[in-house]
């Protein structure tokens, strides 16, 4: 069936160290996996997504990588600050616009 | 900017009644989506649409049924409302392209059955 597995459940990174999330899914066919933040009390925000065609993309101090053959992918923090503590999602798209999310990390930024 | 609003930011409710939530959009997207978000669990899709009268069950739809008239709404309705049903929806959504688009969000709705 449809799965996205997402580990850990909880991060605790010093301030300025790097975090890394990774994901699971199950379905070979898909194609867009994109990650998305939740800060506490507000929408979940894409804050960056990565297409099958390629096997990294980088945006500032986010990376994600995707692995197609093992069918995982993850996604990088580097140079950690406080307001990038909040539960982080991954999802992977099955079949047409559906996706699956993970069920989240909460990254916890330690000053 | 996507903006996608859902009518209510707090609802409480009897168990029993039938209860409507409602999002619109105002990005013209073809794809609309219900999700319920509870601790642990992730987002869980209830139901999307991809067209005007369109829908499809996604993975918990027992207990919901939905209506898009129009375009830019999507009404998420539980016909009678129990209290396994408290929990917090969100609405989203999406352009239609072959090319797979993000899925925006809505503010919530964190709904209560007493």
């Known amino acids: 069936g449809e799965n996205v597995e997402q580990h850990p459940s909880t991060l605790s990174v010093q301030e300025g160290d790097s975090a890394v999330i990774k994901c699971t899914y199950s379905?070979?066919?898909?194609?867009?996996f994109p990650w998305y933040k939740q800060e506490l009390g507000k929408r979940p925000q894409l804050i960056i997504d990565?297409?099958?065609?390629?096997g990294e993309k980088k945006d500032q101090r986010i990376a994600v990588t995707l692995n197609k053959t093992a069918k995982h992918f993850s996604l990088h923090i580097t140079e950690t600050q406080p307001e990038d503590s909040a539960v982080y999602f991954c999802?992977?798209?099955?079949?047409?616009?559906?996706?699956?999310f993970g069920t989240g990390t909460r990254l916890t930024i330690i000053p | 900017d996507v903006k996608v609003t859902q009518s209510s930011r707090y609802l409480v409710k009897r168990t029993g009644e039938k209860v409507f939530l409602e999002c619109v959009q105002d990005?013209?997207?073809?794809?609309m989506f219900w999700y319920r978000q509870d601790p642990g669990l992730g987002l869980r899709l209830i139901y999307f649409?991809?067209?005007?009268?369109?829908?499809e069950k996604g993975d918990i739809p027992e207990g919901y049924s939905v209506s898009r008239e129009k375009k830019e709404r999507f009404s998420l309705i539980l016909e009678s409302a129990s209290t396994n049903q408290t929990s917090m929806y969100l609405c989203?959504?999406?352009?239609?392209?072959?090319?797979?688009?993000?899925?925006?969000f809505g503010d919530g709705t964190r709904l209560s059955i007493l």
């Open positions: 989203a959504s999406s352009r239609g392209t072959v090319w797979r688009e993000p899925q925006h």
């Open positions: 379905d070979s066919a898909s194609n867009y």
């Open positions: 990565i297409r099958s065609n390629v």
């Open positions: 999802a992977a798209n099955f079949g047409n616009e559906k996706l699956t």
């Open positions: 990005m013209d997207h073809e794809n």
């Open positions: 649409s991809y067209d005007v009268k369109m829908k």
